[in-house]
């Protein structure tokens, strides 16, 4: 039996599971319309290959991974592409994002799927990126890229998997559900988990309020082959966070901002390691995941709906919204968010709708001022002090916000939970979260901008010297053509110039000839006399020169 180790804080609300999981999981039919959004996991969104007017097939690639962090997506069903623009998807701006939508033929028609049936003898790298191919991501609701969470890296091994079938949020209870209907393919799709992170060790946690679930995959785990424990963990909110359920079932604890697999440990969900068999043994991409639809509908119940689903038909495939509905909640009531257009479709991040009424959802109480109560500490997780956070994200001092870890929270939601104010504490740390990325953002661009005007000023003096220098290579190239023009480009005019030469030279001399010099005609005695000057002179000359060699 192994021993737990109950991780800090943690709350028990009402946990509304037996609404929606005494159904089996039911199969949505096939519907006119799909809207599949590109950005449906973490990283970059997948770059559409597909145009308005495509033809398409079931499982066909329609947007490819783009870049490193980034994974395919797949169109849901066979048609035609009828846009490929923004429309509106659940995420909790309501902003609209970039999606392809398809009308379908009501063929279902799909292309030839290649299973994966000797992964075994496959090349790992190879098995990755054909998993990213197939669109794998976590469908917990982290939405990580698999393919990337499967490669161990530098350490060559994770020697402990552990299985996450927690499911801790009030209302959800889809992988309650996948776990009691289909415990031993989610064990087809750990086995490939545990073969390429070379694990040890596979751990199954799940929450001790879904005991046939727990008795579902004990039963499975006994056929599967390999050693599998599976382990009832205490019902307390969040047992279902990463770090939680690592704590938990190992007592390791994830250091600030490390990662498990620095602990050597990885973390799937259930429903993971079921696309994932899926993959395996249908070469079959992730066109569909099972959702919660629940709350106030006349059929709250598990649905496996393909993706790009409006959340409008899934409401309605669960009976429809009951009179009096005042919103609708993406995922759980603690960590999940509002909708606002029902059009948005079913991603691979989406887990549960909640249909909200004012009995099941009453409006929180107006905020009151902090009374330094404590409580939120005392329920915080991550035991952080929300109280701290809350005064500086409020007073906008983000840095002082930060170095109280904010970054470490987990946004679970169990200091608003608790706290006696009605403080929506955690609405705070998500918008200092906001804040400082956008800052940070902000100075990431001036940053680059910053370089951008100095490349520019650079490539501006370079292009003016490039200039500069090949007009003085071509004056230098006009001035060497031009020197043997002179020459001999024009003999009359060189004929001409030796002539008028000559007759200079000729017309000097005869003035020479002419002009009598000083010392012509004069007597025999003062040329006499003019010789001997002319001697002292010469021997002076010699004397200086003399002097001049001695001194050099
Ligand atoms: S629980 Fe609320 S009132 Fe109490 S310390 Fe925390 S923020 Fe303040
Ligand atoms: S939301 Fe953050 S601060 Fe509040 S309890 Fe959870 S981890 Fe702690």
């Not at 519907?31 to 499982?59: E, F, M, N, S």
């Not at 659940?90 to 992964?119: K, Q, T």
């Not at 909708?339 to 989406?350: G, W």
Request: aromatic share 6%; glycine share 8%; charged share 25%.
């Amino acid at each position: 039996m192994r021993s737990l180790h109950p991780f800090p804080g943690g709350v028990h609300p009402a946990d509304h599971k037996a609404e929606s999981n005494g159904r089996p999981i039911a199969q949505a039919p096939l519907l006119p319309r799909y809207v599949v959004p590109l950005r449906q996991h973490i990283g970059t969104p997948a770059k559409p290959v597909v145009k308005v007017g495509d033809k398409v097939l079931k499982g066909q690639s329609i947007g490819h991974a783009d870049g490193y962090v980034s994974t395919a997506i797949h169109a849901p069903t066979s048609g035609r592409v009828v846009a490929v623009a923004p429309q509106p998807v659940p995420h909790p701006s309501g902003i609209a994002d970039l999606a392809i939508v398809i009308e379908a033929d009501g063929d279902d028609r799909a292309i030839e799927y290649e299973p994966l049936i000797d992964w075994r003898s496959m090349d790992p790298s190879t098995l990755r990126n054909r998993i990213r191919d197939l669109g794998l991501a976590g469908l917990g609701g982290a939405v990580f890229p698999s393919y990337i969470k499967l490669n161990p890296k530098s350490a060559g091994r994770v020697p402990t998997l552990i299985l996450n079938g927690a499911e801790c949020e009030p209302w959800i209870t889809c992988d309650d559900r996948l776990m009691r209907e289909r415990a031993h393919d989610i064990l087809r799709g750990t086995a490939v988990i545990q073969s390429l992170l070379h694990a040890e060790e596979i751990l199954i946690g799940i929450e001790d309020n879904k005991p046939e679930a727990i008795a579902a995959m004990r039963e499975a785990a006994e056929q599967c082959g390999f050693p599998i424990e599976v382990v009832a963990v205490p019902t307390q909110y969040p047992a279902g966070g990463g770090k939680q359920l690592t704590y938990l079932l190992t007592g390791k604890e994830t250091p600030s901002g490390a990662l498990s697999t620095d602990i050597g440990i990885q973390v799937f969900n259930v429903g993971t390691a079921y696309s994932l068999y899926r993959a395996i043994e249908f070469g079959e991409p992730v066109i569909s995941r099972v959702v919660t639809a629940t709350g106030h509908v006349a059929e709250p119940q598990n649905i496996e709906v393909r993706i790009g689903t409006p959340i409008a038909d899934l409401i309605r495939l669960a009976g429809g919204e009951l009179s009096g509905a005042s919103g609708r909640l993406i995922g759980g009531p603690m960590m999940g968010f509002d909708l606002r257009d029902t059009a948005a479709p079913i991603t691979k991040a989406v887990n549960c709708v909640i249909v909200k009424s004012p009995a099941l959802f009453p409006p929180a109480p107006p905020p009151m001022p902090c009374i330094r109560c404590g409580e939120c500490a005392r329920a915080c997780p991550v035991s952080l002090q929300p109280f701290e956070m809350h005064w500086y994200a409020k007073a906008r001092d983000f840095g002082k916000a930060q170095g109280y870890q904010l970054f470490d929270c987990i946004e679970c939601g169990c200091c608003s939970y608790v706290c006696p104010s009605h403080i929506p504490l955690v609405d705070y740390f998500r918008f200092a979260k906001s804040e400082i990325w956008a800052r940070e953002r902000e100075k990431q661009a001036a940053e680059q901008a910053r370089t951008r005007h100095e490349f520019h000023q650079f490539r501006a003096e370079r292009e003016k010297q490039e200039k500069a220098d090949k007009l003085a290579a071509k004056a230098a190239e006009r001035l060497k053509q031009a020197e043997p023009t002179t020459a001999t480009a024009d003999p009359e005019a060189e004929r001409k110039k030796a002539i008028l030469q000559a007759a200079i030279e000729r017309a000097k001399k005869a003035k020479e000839d002419v002009t009598p010099k000083n010392v012509d005609n004069v007597s025999a005695e003062v040329r006499h006399e003019i010789e001997e000057i002319e001697a002292r002179r010469a021997k002076l000359r010699e004397a200086a020169h003399a002097q001049d060699e001695d001194k050099a």
